[in-house]
């Protein structure tokens, strides 16, 4: 059992940045590829970027190439998010989730094949 806590959400205006993190319990956090997704009011949670377990494979979905950047700290088990350039259509409710991989290899952008879920943090981007 995995238990994630994102912070790092707030309030900021277009162009700004922000850093979410995404805090897991537990004692093997380099065996859970991880992921970060997004859900706007009325739309579906969309995927936005993971990393795997090394942190060697990574991948964005392509509206935030460029602008985001996904780390991740194992000794402090913890995965980031940091968000740069932001615009009003970021503004969503963010969500870290893990997946069990022992490989450390492989990273996943399909929210389906997600173990567990954050409780979210909310991103707004003022215009």
């Known amino acids: 059992q995995v238990q994630l806590v994102e912070s790092g959400g707030g309030l900021v205006q277009a162009g700004g940045s922000l850093r979410l993190s995404c805090a897991a319990s537990?004692?093997?956090?380099?065996?859970?590829?991880m992921g970060w997704f997004r859900q706007a009011p009325g739309k579906e949670r969309e995927f936005v970027a993971t990393?795997?377990?090394?942190?060697?494979?990574?991948f964005y979905v392509d509206s935030v190439k460029g602008r985001f950047t996904v780390s991740r700290d194992n000794a402090k088990n913890t995965v980031y998010l940091q968000m740069n350039s932001l615009k009003p259509e970021d503004t969503a409710v963010y969500y870290c989730?893990?997946?069990?991989?022992?490989?450390?290899?492989?990273?996943?952008?399909?929210?389906?094949?997600?173990?567990?879920w954050g409780q979210g943090t909310q991103v707004t981007v003022s215009s």
């Open positions: 537990g004692r093997t956090f380099s065996t859970y590829a």
């Open positions: 990393i795997s377990g090394s942190g060697g494979n990574i």
């Open positions: 989730a893990a997946k069990q991989d022992y490989s450390g290899i492989y990273s996943y952008s399909a929210r389906s094949l997600y173990d567990y």
